[in-house]
């Protein structure tokens, strides 16, 4: 990989190591640099879908707002890709966590949305409204953008026009208005010690139905745990879930 020029002589005999968990478009590497400095370097085409632009507004937002999440470094951008250079979170994110048991996993997660969750929503910037997000999808469809092949389970051998017709007919009718990570799945907290330390891919963040969270937690939470702990969950959460918006939100992170 060709590290930015800006950056190329700080990191001139630093490790790169590619980072391969996710489903993001963008790259990100870990640098390892001779004095035992970590940073990552995160990396994305320069077209009218990227979210890099807003994961370092959102970065930037969490940490004024002291809620964990890496400090923006620096970007620049360059061989029309958008480069953001960031500081790493301490320990390993919770999809990695073989150490921890299930129990202490679910109570990590549960813990980090509920702070999240109680942040009030007129201290939050960002605009994750259904209407927003439901004009996004339709945008990635008619731009050949959602992968069919990636389609959970249920849904495999539909085309996204139809998934598409689904969504728009299964709208939920209330709202319950939060600030939400966005992409609340297992690998995008991290923890050490045993606590949680920090948010990661928050290019998503921003105000809209808990249940956005909820759901695609509760869905990585069976994946990787089983459907024995997504119960635990909601009680430790502190939350009955509305299992029509749970199904709605997983319909939606189809097109993203």
């Not at 360059?78 to 109570?107: C, K």
């Not at 389609?151 to 598409?164: I, M, P």
Request: charge should be negative; hydrophobic fraction near 40%.
């Amino acid at each position: 990989m060709k590290i930015p020029n800006k950056w190329r002589k700080q990191f001139l005999h630093a490790l790169l190591e590619q980072q391969t968990i996710g489903e993001s478009r963008a790259n990100v590497f870990r640098l390892s640099r001779d004095d035992g400095t970590d940073v990552f370097l995160k990396s994305e085409p320069l077209d009218e879908f990227g979210e890099l632009a807003n994961e370092i507004e959102r970065l930037r937002w969490l940490r004024h707002m002291n809620l964990p999440a890496p400090a923006v470094l620096d970007e620049v951008t360059e061989d029309h890709r958008h480069w953001l250079l960031m500081t790493t979170v301490p320990g390993q994110n919770l999809a990695s966590a073989s150490e921890l048991s299930a129990a202490r996993i679910i109570n990590i997660l549960a813990t980090a949305l509920r702070t999240l969750h109680q942040v009030p929503i007129a201290l939050c910037p960002f605009d994750h409204s259904l209407e927003r997000r439901i004009a996004q999808a339709q945008t990635h469809v008619s731009a050949g953008r959602v992968d069919e092949t990636d389609f959970d389970d249920e849904r495999l051998g539909q085309s996204a026009g139809d998934v598409l017709a689904e969504l728009l007919s299964t709208q939920p009718k209330t709202h319950d208005l939060v600030v939400t990570h966005g992409d609340a799945c297992l690998p995008n907290f991290m923890t050490a010690d045993g606590r949680f330390s920090g948010f990661i891919d928050c290019a998503r963040l921003g105000i809209s139905d808990r249940h956005q969270d909820l759901a695609l937690a509760a869905r990585s939470i069976e994946r990787n745990l089983g459907q024995a702990w997504v119960k635990p969950f909601f009680e430790l959460y502190g939350a009955e879930p509305d299992e029509q918006r749970m199904k709605f939100y997983c319909l939606l992170d189809e097109f993203f």
